[in-house]
């Protein structure tokens, strides 16, 4: 055996194979090769998907189809068909791609690899057996798979999926998409954050900017919604939302009668202020707390996250800090929630910020219109005229959820 095959094979050592003399084949060693140089040919994928039969679909997000597949070494796979709208060059792509397989986390997707066919660029990701969160979640049958410990792990461990993302991996991405059905889980109810870098390996131009679907309505942090402000206080203050909804059980959404025509961001927090805030954990799961404290700190946790100043969110190392520590430390009071299209007053001495918005002038600008939430979205695509050209196309991308792309 060469050099550089023997190399491969003391690679893929730990691989359980077909049934050669040796263990593995000629063949084998050579795909496995290719593997670690992360790419794919196209007739593996094709192979593996039963040629994208439609029963193989896995569902369909804004970035185009997913399929399962099943590789020769018995890995299951999800594969995204990115569509064809992206401008991005094949060298981009496949620099981002080779990039964002690094990123290796227990909390996080697995991207296998990529592959690139013509104008096809797919997406080789490991395949996560359950549904998306949302789908337990918010579904009257399954959510009783979620227990409130379950509960509690999943917001502990996409809190972990975050911190790595933003502070650990190679280099800070945010992902400014978190929500429930970015959420998948495994076979052992261990949450993973999905679509992470999907800004890189999909940017927008400035037509499709224009174009194309609205970002996560409910998910998405106003400073980066109306003025295209990002950082990584935008996944935070998401993180913060999808927290909230582990614990109510309630979609973000203004049209839910259990908010009394509000919003659930401001439901909570004004039960929180009347000490009320056990009212609002999900009756599903009520019974099986056995530590109150825990539920209370994931609810100051998520109104720290969700407030309107993003300098007043926690990090996500503070954050995991808050879940880990028993009995809980001292925590911050949370202050307002941030609502797109609301106004927030700004507390404690003013520190410099890079966002500004007339908001901050007005000392009395504490009032937040819940009625108009559900528009807000639409408004702010028009409001985001008058900003820089680059807040411009990252608001406006978001308003379909597909992200603009990450500062490098
Ligand atoms: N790695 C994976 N393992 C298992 N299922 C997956 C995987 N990735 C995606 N899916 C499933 O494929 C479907 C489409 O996923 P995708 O991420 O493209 O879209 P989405 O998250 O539903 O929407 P959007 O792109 O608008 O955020 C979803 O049902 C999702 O649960």
């Not at 690679?11 to 084998?28: V, Y």
């Not at 189809?65 to 991005?88: F, T, W």
């Amino acid at each position: 055996m060469s050099k550089s095959k023997n190399f491969f094979y003391n690679l893929i050592k730990p691989f359980k194979f077909g049934s050669t003399r040796e263990g593995r084949s000629e063949d084998d060693i050579q795909n496995l090769a290719t593997q670690e140089q992360r790419t794919f040919s196209y007739e593996t994928l094709v192979a593996a998907t039963n040629n994208f039969q439609a029963f193989n679909k896995l569902g369909e997000g804004g970035f185009g189809p997913v399929y399962k597949g099943k590789l020769n070494d018995g890995r299951e796979i999800a594969v995204k068909k990115l569509s064809h709208g992206s401008s991005q060059g094949k060298t981009q792509f496949v620099a981002e791609a080779k990039l964002l397989t690094r990123v290796q986390h227990r909390n996080v997707v697995n991207l296998f690899g990529y592959c690139i066919h013509g104008r096809e660029k797919l997406l080789v990701y490991e395949y996560v057996p359950r549904e998306s969160l949302d789908k337990f979640l918010f579904r009257s049958k399954k959510k009783e798979g979620l227990d409130w410990k379950r509960r509690f792990d999943i917001i502990n461990g996409v809190a972990r999926g975050l911190l790595y993302l933003h502070e650990h991996s190679h280099n800070c991405i945010i992902h400014r998409d978190i929500k429930a059905a970015n959420i998948l889980l495994d076979e052992k109810w261990v949450p993973k954050i999905a679509d992470f870098g999907l800004a890189r390996l999909f940017p927008e131009d400035e037509t499709h900017v224009n174009t194309r679907v609205a970002g996560t309505h409910g998910y998405m942090a106003p400073e980066y919604l109306m003025h295209g402000h990002l950082s990584v206080k935008a996944d935070v203050y998401s993180y913060g939302v999808l927290v909230l909804e582990l614990i109510t059980g309630h979609r973000n959404s203004s049209s839910d009668p259990a908010f009394n025509g509000d919003n659930l961001l401001n439901w909570a927090y004004k039960l929180y202020k009347k000490g009320r805030w056990l009212e609002m954990v999900d009756p599903t799961v009520a019974s099986s707390v056995e530590i109150t404290e825990q539920v209370e700190v994931c609810i100051r946790v998520s109104l720290l996250c969700t407030q309107g100043d993003p300098q007043l969110r926690p990090t996500m190392a503070r954050v995991v800090l808050m879940l880990s520590k028993k009995p809980p430390s001292h925590m911050e009071e949370p202050t307002r929630p941030g609502i797109p299209g609301s106004r927030y007053r700004r507390t404690g001495p003013r520190s410099h910020t890079s966002f500004t918005t007339d908001d901050e002038n007005d000392s009395s600008a504490s009032h937040v219109d819940s009625s108009n939430y559900d528009t807000t979205i639409a408004t702010a695509t028009s409001s985001t005229s008058s900003a820089t050209r680059t807040s411009s196309a990252t608001a406006q991308a978001d308003l379909r959820g597909k992200r603009p792309m990450l500062p490098s």
